[in-house]
């Protein structure tokens, strides 16, 4: 395993551009390390909140080439384990009724036939072929380029293989949509202004982010604040090294609307729970270590629910002409 520091360097609020922040929360440190194969152990890595705007953010930042490291198991993953579902040849029913009505909603605001979509982080593009299904014109963003190249090839989607960041096309879009990616990103003003650019005027932005002001943040801050920093494994579910940026539902709307966008409509909603349950092992006591977690992962998720404030906002932004 390699292992040095050379991959994170110190940054300023990537919202306001202050440079003072304080230490907050921990970051998994064991998932990055076998995410990436870099040890990070003796990094001194976390959540940092802004001083000035308040803004959370992984500071140190990762650089390009963990963040490569990290990300060049996604396809194994997509294989066989959390991403398994979005591999799937058949679109699942929960991801149908998760994200048609968010598909149903951008279309009918649009008034336009065929309207043309632009997802970025397409991943392997379940959303676009129901988008497709939707009657859209679909084209993705993925700078993985295996899933790119099947993308491409099974399903006949164009997809342009890079980061958000090089994309260079001349193509001017009726909606972008970013489903669980701009807290990915090291600069998501940056991020917003490209999308602001190959939108036409009256364009929708669709993003789907996790917030951290849900039900399922505050509770596991709360468990490891009464165990004095102790108790770091519910933590740890939510704040890793690839989340480079922790937004609330305010921070976020507010990126969009001091960036030409006029939000048109906003909610909560939930990942899908049965991915984050994990798969029972073998033997009692891993059997009944797993049952214990997965009965705890549901049962946050139906408090969530039911005080209406789960782990996702779902945002829809109009560009400003
Ligand atoms: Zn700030």
Same mark, same amino acid.
């Given at each position: %395993? ?5 991959? =994170? ?15 907050? /929360? ?5 998932? @990055?390390?076998? %995410? ?15 001083? $000035? ?12 080439? #963990? &963040?490569?490291? =990290?990300?060049?198991?996604? %396809? ?17 029913? !929960? #991801? ?21 979509? &632009? ?16 009657? #859209? ?7 993985? +380029? ?7 090839? +099974? /399903? ?21 949509? %970013? ?11 940056? @991020? ?7 939108? $036409? ?31 770091? +494994? ?12 922790? =937004? ?6 507010? &990126?969009?609307?001091?960036? !030409? #966008? ?5 909610? /909560? ?21 797993? &049952? ?8 946050? =998720? ?20």
């Amino acid at each position: %395993m390699k292992k040095n520091s050379k991959y =994170f360097k110190s940054k300023p609020c990537p919202l306001c551009g202050s440079s003072g922040s304080r230490r907050r /929360y921990p970051v998994n440190k064991a998932y @990055a390390n076998e %995410m990436s194969g870099i040890d990070i152990t003796e990094v001194d890595i976390g959540v940092d909140e802004c001083v $000035k705007c308040g803004h959370q953010f992984v500071q140190p930042s990762p650089q390009p080439q #963990f &963040l490569k490291a =990290f990300y060049s198991s996604y %396809m194994s993953e997509a294989k066989d384990g959390f991403y398994m579902e979005r591999a799937s040849e058949v679109i699942t029913p !929960g #991801f149908r009724t998760r994200y048609g009505k968010w598909l149903d909603r951008v279309r009918d605001a649009l008034k336009t036939q065929s309207p043309v979509l &632009l997802d970025v982080g397409t991943g392997l593009g379940m959303f676009l072929r129901l988008a497709k299904e939707k009657g #859209f014109e679909v084209a993705g963003v993925e700078p993985n +380029r295996e899933a790119a190249t099947e993308l491409e090839k +099974r /399903y006949g989607i164009s997809v342009h293989c890079c980061l958000l960041e090089d994309l260079s096309t001349k193509e001017k879009y009726d909606s972008v949509t %970013m489903l669980d990616i701009i807290e990915h990103m090291s600069d998501p003003r940056k @991020a917003i202004d490209i999308v602001k650019g190959v939108l $036409k005027p009256g364009g929708l932005l669709l993003m789907e982010v996790p917030v951290r002001d849900s039900f399922i943040h505050w509770a596991v801050k709360g468990v490891y604040r009464a165990t004095l920093s102790k108790v770091k +494994r519910p933590i740890h579910q939510v704040y890793g090294v690839h989340h480079l940026q922790y =937004f609330s539902s305010r921070s976020i709307k507010a &990126l969009l609307e001091e960036n !030409g #966008f006029k939000v048109v409509m906003s909610g /909560y909603d939930e990942s899908d729970v049965k991915a984050l349950c994990k798969r029972p092992g073998r033997g009692i006591f891993s059997m009944a270590k797993t &049952l214990a977690y997965n009965a705890a992962m549901r049962g946050a =998720f139906l408090a969530a629910k039911t005080v209406g404030k789960q782990n996702k906002l779902i945002i829809i932004g109009r560009k400003e002409s």
